[in-house]
């Protein structure tokens, strides 16, 4: 099974993906698309990634996200902090770990 590609939204700490070894992982400034509202984003994103993971919260409802061929995972911190991002990250890998479904995943 070939590992997916991973982009991590700007609202995260670019630092997480050295929490996720062994994936292909760009963040939203590495690809040149900071600032791009999250249609655009999601749109360019499905082209080249399998999973988009975020913190945004609100994204699924100002989304229908279901249209995109894009997994999307958000993660729920307590608060928005490396420190506590890390503390996600075994939920996380195990859910990388198998053949992840295009939907929408909340890791709390």
């Known amino acids: 099974m070939p590992k997916p590609k991973i982009l991590l939204d700007e609202c995260l700490d670019r630092n997480l993906a050295l929490e996720i070894p062994h994936f292909y992982i760009k963040t939203v400034p590495q690809m040149g698309w900071s600032g791009l509202v ?59 770990s198998k053949p992840v479904n295009k939907k929408v995943i909340h890791i709390r």
């Open 38 to 96: 999250n249609g655009k984003l999601l749109t360019n994103a499905q082209a080249h990634f399998d999973i988009f993971i975020t913190s945004d919260k609100n994204l699924s409802f100002q989304q229908n996200l279901q249209k995109y061929k894009i997994t999307v995972i958000v993660l729920c911190p307590a608060k928005n902090q490396l420190e506590y991002l890390k503390l996600l990250v075994p939920s996380l890998l195990k859910i990388l």
